[in-house]
């Protein structure tokens, strides 16, 4: 694919920030697109979805349509009305489900994008003009089309009139925009406007119901997962954002979704199919792994820790500090000479090595440690990696604040300063997705750090405000512990509640005295006047012919 | 001998105030803000006389008129308010014959001011009490330097804040002589044109119209009674004002400042903003100076006082476009942008600017250098400012130079401190011959310790001001004027900026600490110290010992009784080498603490006028 001469340096998700989005009509497309379908032929919508594809207005020349037959009897042929170059492949070996057909679909692909499209779709004539616009301005996009959801009778559309309007310009006509639902994305889009402000959950929005992408951003994020028969385009979102990409839905791209969405209608069963799955493969989905001590797929944070140098003691102390987090899903990379240790006779005291055999040994055991020579440039999937020297130990809430705090401000390297010698110690957290963007659009020699920077952010702070402190001064907290604390807690609250409400017992009381004496006062003061003042001032005023005070005109009651 | 005299100044829009303050004294109360200066003195001693200020900053303006009060043997002067800032009313007394008859003495507080009786044996010249007083309270005798004027006509008093010196006269003149010299050097009037003729040839006169009278000419700055800076200034400037913007209305006899429906302060006919009105504006994040229709020149003069204080005011291009404000104060007021307030960094900016502007254009001392040079009077030439630049690294000599060549706004001559090398050394000659800067040099070698260097440096100073700076700091170009300002507006006798910018070498990030600023504390960057000359010799100089002489020199200011002021810390970046290069006592840690903004890579604030590494990043802490 050739790219464009300097690719724009997103922040975060806020894709608002590329210039030079073309209008539709207005462009010259550069970029070959292949769309695939994979369907099961059993709902008879191909045909319509075919015909809206036939007439769209991106060039011919650069548009390929891949069907994949994933259907239990085989397709016998296309249906008549279908862009010029259209192909039919099927899985071979009884291989069958979506994934395995889009993955399929998109090996066979030649072109430079790759376009997902359900069989239920009819697209309007510039939709793929108008997500094929975003491709040709940086090459690590997602672009979501804007599906609405109509309720057609199935013998009320033929393809000829589907080709018919989309030639005519009358698309729009074919369904009623008031009796059609938005897809369910679309609250999400709404709320951030157009996922710009989405960060790192845009992602999660991921429908591949019409959604086009790179094939190369495909092939480095691996491919769909096939074991996923639901849910495998949020997955596939996940690891796409990993590989650094940004989620940009076009409200231009429209299509008509005929009959209701898979999602709609089921929700709980759909949920409960899906959370299994998802919890094992996208770590960012917190709610899905609630409970303490168990390990899943793919890990939330890699811990690194290079043993080269250190002692025992040391190694030892970062790795199981890391291990006993409370964040459960850590994974932990020993760094160092590993293949130095060889089974050869030595004197087991005097073992020049003998520190790393020690490592070594006494994490045998353990899945969550392996030991690597040479660290990996990332860690994908998975979506935190995190430095500590050896010798320097992470609080038991240490990670899950870090992360929670780089989430909060879209954060790409955080680091820690620890302690000062000739250079500065540092942990150093660092977001899988910001760094795989930067090496995406870094200029060749450029320090990652900075690029990092713009996409993300990177932030300097100290260790020990996190909890990253020396390995002898190190604590954790038993739960035990932690009960009585909480115990604690809860008797001085309520002796504080206790107080609090005497308070404010005695502050009404005080309201109520006061409203009591104002009224006595008031009380007194009417009766005096009624008895005594008004009598005297008659006697004095009557012979003198004064106006009494209290009848004068427009004076209220004394 | 009657019983009680009163005299009183600043209520004109709070009368009700005075009531409050003064209770055992009914009145008459002779207002002495109004007071016409020919209005012949009292002969007639007095058994008590009152004198009641709002403010300090009204008793400033109260002190000319001392001539006015009667002799009295009990002298009360009561300050209704004072800003948290100023320092006690202890009287600080000068030869005068009046403390030699003190019997008593009392200072209470009250509320938020102060009550100060003193009883004498005899009969004592109460404007003599009255500006002892005041030099207590703001530190120090503190008055303008010459030439001595004369004031005539109603509405004088505003024109020579806290100056016992004038000659008071009527609009006709004459002014009376003292002993083998004219009475004053130069006669302000106010008076409406055209003025009547003035009799006496040898003394020029200056004439000012009424602030609220329609102009004749063009309006100018000069028209306008200056900004009183030993009151109207930023001190206790609040870098994080949460609260609104508030707007200037006009109401009857006078203007408000309100936000929303609440009525922050209240402003009299002619403008005067006070201290304490200054104090209760802290919280606002700027005011707006739209529609009022104050006539004259009475708006550009509410303006000045507001900027003078490091408030942004926000104003329409008309308004903003008065000649009377000055050609700064206008440019530095088109810069403020109501949007970029919300931000504490930009607003800080904003308020240096203005205030800088402000105080150069329409305090009291540019004012009257400005009038007495416009009358053809001959002024003293402004305190010239010697800076002490030491360093032992012959490579930093050329950066250092730089930072200081591009100090605008002072004269100022460079003592080049060289520790443990020569002047004739390669880069070093270069640098010094390239330099278009008064360069001295003092050599030392690298064994003597750097409180000796310093003092040898001083002792060729011939500044009345000491500047201490570093050779790898930053500076912006108006480090040393600001310095300066600082130490005009705070009396101070050790002024210095707060080192809340620091550029963190070792990891390349520059962050900001929250450190407060425009207070009087003991700490300042050492690096940015300035020193009156007199404190300095009183003091002896550095300790001659290898470090720490700055903190040093602080501890001995603070000992002999002297004031050290920190102002505001947007000219000068702190570089943090590595560790490896320098001695620090703080590790990278101790900074990345306390930070309150991050930069990634070295980055300057708009006021030091250098351009930062292209890094568009910049984080702020969590609230």
């Not at chain 1, 059609?180 to 929005?205: C, H, I, M, Y």
């Not at chain 1, 979704?257 to 069963?269: A, D, F, I, Q």
């Not at chain 2, 009547?196 to 700055?221: M, Q």
Request: hydrophobic fraction near 40%.
């Amino acid at each position: 694919m050739t790219s464009p001469t300097r690719q724009p340096r997103i922040p975060a998700n806020d894709h608002g920030v590329i210039e030079g989005v073309p209008a539709l009509g207005e462009w010259t497309p550069r970029l070959s697109v292949s769309v695939v379908i994979p369907t099961s032929g059993s709902r008879g919508t191909l045909p319509l979805a075919l015909a809206g594809l036939a007439a769209q207005t991106y060039p011919r020349h650069l548009l390929e349509v891949i069907v994949v037959d994933d259907g239990e009897q085989p397709m016998l042929r296309l249906p008549e009305i279908r862009p010029e170059r259209t192909r039919l492949i099927r899985p071979k070996d009884g291989r069958w489900g979506k994934p395995h057909a889009c993955n399929l679909g998109a090996s066979t692909a030649e072109g430079d994008v790759v376009h997902w499209l359900d069989d239920d779709l009819v697209l309007f004539p510039d939709h793929v003009e108008a997500q094929m616009r975003w491709h040709h301005l940086a090459d690590y996009l997602v672009v979501l089309g804007h599906p609405r959801s109509v309720q057609p009778d199935p013998s009320e559309l033929s393809p000829n009139e589907v080709l018919a309007a989309a030639e005519a310009g009358a698309v729009a006509k074919l369904f009623h925009e008031e009796d059609s639902t938005p897809q369910w994305t679309e609250k999400r889009w709404n709320r951030t406007s157009d996922l710009r402000t989405a960060g790192v959950d845009a992602f999660s929005v991921h429908v591949g119901a019409t959604s086009s992408l790179p094939a190369a951003l495909f092939r480095a994020a691996g491919g769909m997962d096939e074991s996923l028969m639901l849910g495998e385009d949020t997955e596939l979102g996940y690891r796409l954002a990993q590989a650094g990409a940004v989620f940009v839905p076009d409200r231009a791209a429209r299509a008509w979704h005929l009959g209701r969405s898979t999602v709609v209608g089921r929700e709980p069963e759909v949920k409960r199919h899906n959370w299994p799955y998802l919890g094992e493969r996208v770590p960012t989905f917190r709610w899905l792994r609630k409970t303490p001590g168990r390990g899943y797929r793919v890990p939330y944070v890699e811990v690194v820790v290079d043993a080269r140098g250190a002692s025992l003691e040391e190694v030892r102390a970062t790795v199981d500090g890391a291990l006993g987090s409370w964040t459960p899903d850590v994974s932990v990379r020993i760094t160092g000479p590993w293949s130095r240790l060889g089974d050869g006779r030595r004197a087991p005291l005097d073992d020049p090595d003998l520190d790393l055999r020690l490592i070594s040994a006494g994490y045998e055991g353990d899945a969550r440690v392996t030991f690597t020579e040479d660290l990996p440039a990332s860690c994908f999937p998975i979506p935190f990696r995190f430095h500590c020297p050896a010798g320097w130990v992470p609080g038991q809430d240490a990670l899950g604040r870090l992360i929670a705090f780089a989430d909060r401000n879209a954060l790409g390297v955080l680091s820690l300063a620890l302690e000062e010698r000739d250079e500065v110690v540092h942990a150093r957290l660092e977001r899988t997705a910001a760094l795989s963007r930067a090496r995406l659009v870094a200029d060749p020699g450029e320090d990652l750090d900075d690029v990092v920077h713009e996409v993300f952010g990177t932030l300097w702070d100290v260790g020990e405000k996190w909890g990253v402190v020396r390995s002898e001064s190190a604590t954790t907290v038993s739960p035990e512990t932690l009960q009585a604390e909480l115990e604690k807690c809860r008797a001085r609250s309520l002796v504080l509640q206790d107080r609090a409400n005497r308070w404010r017992r005695q502050a009404t009381r005080g309201h109520a005295t006061r409203r009591r004496w104002r009224h006595a006062s008031r009380r007194v003061a009417r009766v005096l006047m009624r008895r005594v003042a008004r009598p005297v001032m008659r006697r004095v005023a009557r012979p003198v012919g004064l106006r009494m005070p209290w009848a004068a005109p427009g004076r209220g009651r004394l | 001998m009657s019983a009680t005299w009163g005299g009183c100044v600043g209520f004109g829009s709070h009368p009700a105030l005075l009531d409050r303050v003064c209770e055992d004294f009914d009145g008459p109360w002779t207002i002495l803000d109004g007071a016409d200066p020919g209005e012949p003195p009292p002969d007639e001693a007095v058994e008590r006389a009152v004198i009641a200020a709002r403010s300090p900053a009204d008793l400033r303006r109260a002190v000319p008129f001392g001539a006015l009060i009667p002799a009295a043997t009990r002298v009360c002067v009561i300050i209704a308010e004072a800003p948290p800032w100023a320092a006690q009313p202890l009287p600080v007394a000068g030869q005068g014959a009046a403390w030699h008859l003190l019997a008593d003495l009392r200072i209470a507080r009250r509320r938020r001011g102060w009550h100060i009786e003193a009883s004498f044996s005899g009969p004592v010249a109460g404007g003599e009490v009255l500006s002892h007083v005041l030099y207590g309270l703001l530190g120090g005798r503190r008055h303008m330097a010459q030439p001595v004027i004369g004031l005539a006509g109603q509405g004088a008093s505003g024109w020579r804040p806290g100056d016992p010196n004038v000659a008071l006269t009527s609009v006709g003149g004459p002014v009376a002589d003292r002993r083998d010299a004219p009475g004053c050097d130069l006669v302000l009037r106010v008076t409406e044109s055209p003025a009547c003729p003035w009799p006496d040839g040898r003394i020029p006169v200056a004439d000012r119209p009424p602030l609220s009278a329609a102009l004749d000419g063009a309006a100018h700055p000069d028209l306008l009674p200056p900004v009183d800076e030993s009151v109207v200034n930023p001190i206790g400037f609040r870098q994080n004002a949460r609260g609104p913007v508030a707007a200037l209305t006009s109401r009857a006899g006078g203007f408000s400042i309100t936000s929303g429906l609440d009525e922050l302060v209240r402003l009299p006919a002619s403008g005067e903003l006070t201290d304490v009105d200054v104090a209760r504006l802290r919280d606002v994040v700027g005011v707006a100076v739209q529609d009022v229709d104050a006539y004259g020149l009475v708006r550009a003069r509410i303006v000045t006082g507001l900027a003078a204080a490091g408030i942004p005011v926000i104003m329409s291009a008309e308004g903003i476009g008065d000649p009377a404000l000055g050609a700064d104060l206008s440019d530095a007021l088109a810069t403020v942008d109501e949007d970029e307030l919300t931000s504490e960094l930009r607003r800080e900016e904003i308020s240096v600017r203005l205030r800088r502007a402000a105080l150069r254009t329409h305090g009291a001392i540019p004012r009257w250098r400005n009038i007495a040079v416009s009358a053809g009077l001959a002024l003293p030439y402004e305190p010239p400012v010697s800076v002490l630049l030491s360093t032992c690294r012959k490579d930093m000599v050329p950066f250092a130079l730089e930072q200081m060549e591009r100090q605008r706004g002072v004269r100022a001559e460079i003592i080049l401190g060289l520790h443990g090398f020569s002047a004739r050394e390669a880069g070093v000659q270069g640098a010094i011959a390239d330099s278009s800067l008064r360069i001295t040099v003092v050599e030392a070698a690298a064994g003597a310790p750097l409180g000796e260097l310093l003092n040898r440096m001083a002792a060729v100073a011939s500044g009345s001001f000491l500047a201490k700076v570093d050779d790898d700091d930053w500076y912006g170009p108006d480090h040393l004027a600001d310095l300066l300002l600082a130490q005009l507006y705070s009396g101070a006798e050790l002024v210095g900026a707060a080192a809340e910018f620091v550029y963190l070498e070792p990891i390349n990030t520059t962050v900001r600490r929250r450190l407060g600023t425009e207070r009087f504390t003991p700490l300042v960057a050492g690096g940015t110290m300035l020193v009156a000359r007199e404190m300095f010799e009183t003091l002896g100089g550095f300790r001659p010992i290898p470090q720490t002489v700055d903190g040093q020199l602080i501890e001995s200011v603070e000992a002999a009784g002297g004031r050290i002021y920190r102002t505001h810390g947007l000219n000068y970046v702190l570089r943090r080498r590595h560790s490896r290069a320098h001695t620090w006592r703080h590790p990278v840690q101790a900074f990345l603490k306390s930070y309150q903004e991050q930069w990634r890579g070295l980055h300057f604030n708009q006021l030091m006028e250098s351009a930062s590494t292209p890094h568009a990043g910049y984080w702020r802490q969590e609230q």
